[in-house]
């Protein structure tokens, strides 16, 4: 609210560009919010914790946006850069996901066959009634 009261102040007495100014930091601010998200991505090799219907209903959600700025007057550069931009980051970590989780799920099933090869055998009861016998 006092950003929408400092806009219409500066617009009032002839300043120009604040609203671009706080349509540069939207833009930054929302594209800043993903870099947690890209860093677990990179740091894990695996997409985890992501709702995919969720990111499919915000990247039609930025299809429309984009589509909708072809109905103005004039195309706000700031609007689409930022509409594009988060279209993009959302259909990376869709993609990711479709190519690490399968990597990573073989991963995993690759440490544990590996960990069950590297375990100590187990005794069983034919081979531990033999032990027996020869220490008595």
């Known amino acids: 609210m006092g950003s929408g009261k ?5 617009a009032a ?3 120009k560009g604040v609203d671009q100014a706080f349509g540069i930091l939207s ?5 800043g919010g993903f870099l947690p998200q890209i860093y677990q ?8 914790g992501v709702s995919y219907a969720f990111l499919a209903i915000d990247s039609l959600g930025a299809v429309c946006s984009i589509m909708s700025l ?9 609007a689409l850069a930022n509409y594009i931009g988060v279209f993009l ?4 970590v869709m993609l990711s996901a479709l190519y690490l989780n399968p990597r ?3 991963r995993r099933a690759l440490q544990v066959a590996d960990e069950k090869d590297s375990s100590p055998p187990t005794a069983t ?7 027996r016998t020869e220490l008595a």
């Open 125 to 131: 009861g034919e081979e531990e009634e033999d032990r």
């Open 41 to 48: 991505i990179w740091r894990d090799r695996e997409v985890v």
């Open 27 to 31: 833009a930054v601010f929302l594209s």
């Open 89 to 92: 980051v959302e259909v990376v």
């Open 70 to 78: 072809g109905f103005k007057q004039e195309i706000d550069g700031i």
């Open 6 to 10: 400092a806009m219409m102040a500066a």
């Open 104 to 106: 990573a799920k073989r």
């Open 13 to 15: 007495n002839g300043v």
